[in-house]
């Protein structure tokens, strides 16, 4: 039986963790991807009385649209979501999100380290994606090794471009980062990776034309 | 109203960062120490907080913790305003600093870096 786009793992999935400076990154990152065959988790550290006025924000960034995850959630492809304030943001099965409550990890809830390493296997021919931006403190570095270990391409930005090179040094010294780029190079990448979503083609007709 | 706070010992700094975002549209309260911030907080402000980091007495560390612990982050974005990298001093306030800005700082960073935690600030 073939499962439909929404019922099967996302093809790609791109997880990124951010935290002090990182608002700026992230608009500047989707304002470069296209529309991608990957689902998108974001996990910024934020108060929670601006998770709705930050996607909204990301939002006017970004071709995708972005939504704040809800618990239980399957993830679509073609859509950014955005881990909210106060509870951990966990993958099931690389696909379902999960909003867990629980103490402060690396001082900070949700962790970029908890979502991370709730990454599992990929599926055959599911490609994982993980990135680490600006932030203060080694939030991530671990959740980054993580999923390095599962075969997941590794993103760092790099130093020169970091408001606060902590959480991407970190994961550099752990030596789990396939690539330090600055923003754009992040969005470049994401672009090759991360599957060019394509229009769908023209309806054919019985007589196998597509319809113009 | 755009509102922003900010927290410096040195006028010159707290002068000019004023003058311009001022001229950018927000109303600007300006303070003189972590003291002085903490005070302000406690009477009544919600907005952006330019919080220097060296300050003689209470840092900018010291000043964004004690906010944290007797909860006056609500309804503020800060944004730490230094000229060295976050040491160990800054542990275990991962969550509460929204930006960055490194001394010395151009007219750009400041308000692009403003305007995006204004963004954030307003839905």
Request: aromatic share 4%; with cysteine.
């Amino acid at each position: 039986m073939k499962l439909s786009s929404q019922q099967r793992p996302p093809k790609c999935l791109i997880v990124i963790g951010a935290s002090t400076g990182g608002t700026r990154v992230l608009a500047q990152i989707l304002d470069r991807l296209p529309l991608l065959e990957s689902a998108v988790l974001i996990v910024q550290h934020m108060p929670k009385f601006i998770n709705d006025s930050l996607v909204r924000t990301l939002g006017q960034h970004s071709r995708a649209p972005v939504r704040l995850a809800r618990h239980n959630e399957r993830t679509e492809e073609g859509v950014v979501y955005l881990a909210p304030s106060d509870v951990h943001c966990q993958l099931s099965t690389n696909s379902i999100l999960k909003l867990v409550e629980g103490p402060r990890v690396n001082y900070v809830c949700p962790a970029i380290d908890v979502t991370m390493s709730s990454v599992s296997a990929p599926f055959p021919g599911q490609r994982l994606v993980g990135v680490l931006l600006t932030g203060m403190g080694k939030d991530g570095a671990q959740g980054l090794a993580h999923m390095k270990r599962l075969g997941a391409l590794t993103i760092a930005q790099d130093r020169a471009s970091c408001t606060v090179y902590g959480m991407p040094g970190e994961a550099v010294k752990l030596g789990c980062v396939d690539h330090e780029l600055p923003p754009e190079g992040i969005a470049r990448a994401l672009t090759t990776v991360g599957l060019r979503m394509m229009p769908e083609p023209p309806p054919r007709t019985s007589a196998g034309l597509s319809v113009v | 109203m755009k509102k922003l706070m900010i927290v410096d010992d040195e006028y010159h700094i707290r002068h000019t960062s004023s003058l311009l975002l001022e001229k950018a549209g927000y109303e600007i309260v300006e303070v003189e120490s972590g003291v002085a911030c903490l005070e302000r907080l406690r009477a009544s402000f919600e907005g952006i907080i330019l919080l220097d980091v060296s300050m003689p007495g209470l840092d900018g560390w010291g000043t964004l913790r004690r906010m944290r612990d007797e909860n006056l982050l609500a309804g503020n974005l800060v944004c730490m305003v230094t000229g060295t990298i976050p040491g160990e001093d800054s542990s275990g306030l991962e969550d509460c600093v929204f930006d960055y800005l490194l001394k010395p700082f151009s007219r750009h960073d400041l308000l692009n870096m403003v305007a995006t935690a204004q963004a954030c600030l307003h839905v």
